[in-house]
């Protein structure tokens, strides 16, 4: 069995967090962890990730728990091509990797990237000339590359994952250029790992041709699987080249949100999408998909992997992951309370604090609306947590464009612990914070991502938080008390003195607007 959500708590515990660090003023999410000392020596951090197909860095920054990508920049060197013929790195491939390692080093120092760490897979760690490799960077740029055995980059990849899933459990598979992994997650912690050579980049050089690469691939594949063991649940694909698989699933089925961190997929999708890969030149897939030229060539070799990955392991669903070894060495760097927290509202915290005109209301905006949405689960209560704490992140963009902009950032940003259909959720909750209205023209079919309660919800959110917004004295007083009775049909707004005044023309449409939505009748005090 899958847990119907990643992050859902154990034991019925409303934190992520096991320390008991409530608070009295943050509810079930504890109290923010951005601004502590332990979080901000997270800010700007770079890594780097020499593989065997791509050397790529990234400085995170922003909230430590769920950081934004402040820069990102790959460049497909091949280091591991023909090292299976002549056990050494691609001599072409090793020029681009050092030209692009000076090039990191020299970003980083204008970045003030202060911290700077590199690791290298496969390809150096087996070639003859690694050594050499890594002493020529350490001697041009000033970087120690530091060269991890396969069980450590499984490691490090089951790691990335639990960045966005703090309560993930399954079997992570980890493909790169010239080695895969896997390794098992469970209660937020990594267990039995394994590496392999099956890896596109040298299953190439198998002998024998399609034929001789299935049946190697099938005989490494059953060694994997009597080490690791049954492994029923959920399995996440980490890796440029399941990404590219993925991307050419979401074109084969028109999917409307093109945002492949959890993009999900089951056993008969992959065999569907691998037959379509079939069907087509590497050149037509390249140009209707978007991938490169680097990557695809790739991708039919990786097809074949996948197949069999997939009729060994028998997983339960399939969800692709953005995050890997570069996200893993972030993890590693950060606290036990800084790991169990709930990345989503992390992330919702430090926009607020950094963007919205007063920050901490959201707070108080969650408490005026929460009411409404007694008998929510928690998954759907940290949703809308979320959405109050966003709810003013974009106040600096155009009135006509507010509300699609709202949905433009919460559906594609770069948010950890978000299925799909939880993306569009908040999108338009948000939207609906900005627009009278519950759809837009704009967005084709991503709104069939939710049912109809789901859509409901969204709408009474967004109204109740459009209403709780004309209510805002300070930061941290009651702007008053919502009181739905479901089965009367009634809606009743407590107001203080205090408040009266706030609660005007446009407040009042606003309540009729909310009170429609709910199909409720509408009773105000004054007390």
């Not at 402040?70 to 002549?86: D, P, Q, R, S, V």
């Not at 992997?305 to 590693?332: C, N, Q, W």
């Amino acid at each position: 069995m899958v847990a119907p959500a990643d992050l859902t708590p154990k034991n019925g515990n409303t934190s992520l967090s096991n320390q008991g660090d409530v608070g009295e003023d943050w509810g079930p999410f504890g109290r923010p962890l951005f601004n502590d000392p332990s979080s901000r020596a997270l800010s700007r951090v770079g890594v780097i990730d020499v593989g065997s197909n791509s050397v790529r860095m990234v400085v995170f920054d922003g909230a430590a728990r769920s950081p934004a990508y402040f820069y990102n920049e790959k460049i497909m060197c091949a280091l591991g091509a023909g090292l299976a013929e002549t056990g050494k790195l691609n001599p072409e491939g090793r020029k681009r990797a050092l030209s692009a390692m000076r090039r990191f080093q020299k970003l980083a120092d204008g970045m003030n990237a202060s911290t700077l760490t590199a690791v290298a897979t496969a390809a150096v760690r087996e070639a003859s000339d690694g050594p050499d490799f890594v002493a020529e960077v350490l001697a041009e740029t000033g970087i120690t590359v530091h060269v991890i055995d396969g069980e450590e980059e499984a490691r490090l990849s089951a790691q990335g994952v639990l960045l966005g899933w703090p309560g993930a459990y399954g079997l992570i598979c980890d493909i790169g250029g010239s080695s895969l992994e896997l390794a098992e997650i469970n209660d937020g912690k990594v267990g039995k790992r394994v590496t392999s050579s099956l890896g596109p980049l040298k299953l190439r050089d198998v002998k024998g041709g399609k034929k001789g690469r299935k049946a190697h691939i099938a005989a490494v594949m059953e060694d994997l699987a009597q080490e690791m063991g049954p492994q029923p649940n959920r399995l996440f694909l980490v890796g440029g080249s399941w990404r590219a698989i993925a991307k050419i699933d979401m074109v084969r089925r028109g999917y409307p949100l093109h945002v492949l961190h959890e993009y999900r997929m089951n056993a008969k999708s992959v065999r569907d999408t691998i037959a379509y890969i079939e069907e087509r030149s590497i050149d037509e897939l390249r140009r209707s998909c978007g991938i490169s030229e680097a990557r695809i060539i790739l991708v039919p070799i990786t097809c074949e992997v996948l197949k069999r990955l997939i009729r060994t392991f028998k997983p339960h669903d399939i969800a692709v992951s953005s995050y890997g070894i570069r996200e893993g060495m972030l993890y590693e760097q950060m606290s036990d309370e800084l790991r169990e927290r709930d990345p989503l509202i992390e992330a919702a915290r430090f926009a607020e604090a950094k963007d919205a005109r007063l920050p901490g209301f959201g707070k108080t905006l969650y408490e005026f609306v929460s009411p409404l949405f007694k008998s929510a689960k928690w998954e759907r209560k940290r949703l809308i947590k979320a959405a109050c704490l966003l709810h003013d992140v974009s106040w600096r963009a155009h009135p006509d464009y507010r509300a699609e902009l709202c949905f433009d950032n919460v559906t594609r940003a770069n948010l950890g612990g978000l299925r799909h259909s939880e993306r569009v959720f908040l999108g338009l909750a948000l939207m609906n914070r900005y627009k009278n209205s519950s759809t837009d023209s704009r967005f084709p079919g991503i709104f069939d991502l939710l049912d109809e309660k789901d859509l409901k919800d969204a709408e009474v959110l967004g109204k109740a938080m459009r209403l709780g917004a004309m209510l805002w004295p300070r930061a941290d007083q009651q702007i008053g008390e919502l009181t739905l009775f479901p089965k009367k049909k009634e809606l009743h707004l407590k107001l203080s003195p205090d408040a009266e005044p706030l609660f005007g023309e446009v407040a009042r449409s606003r309540l009729a607007s909310l009170a429609r939505a709910l199909e409720a009748e509408v009773t105000v005090k004054i007390r």
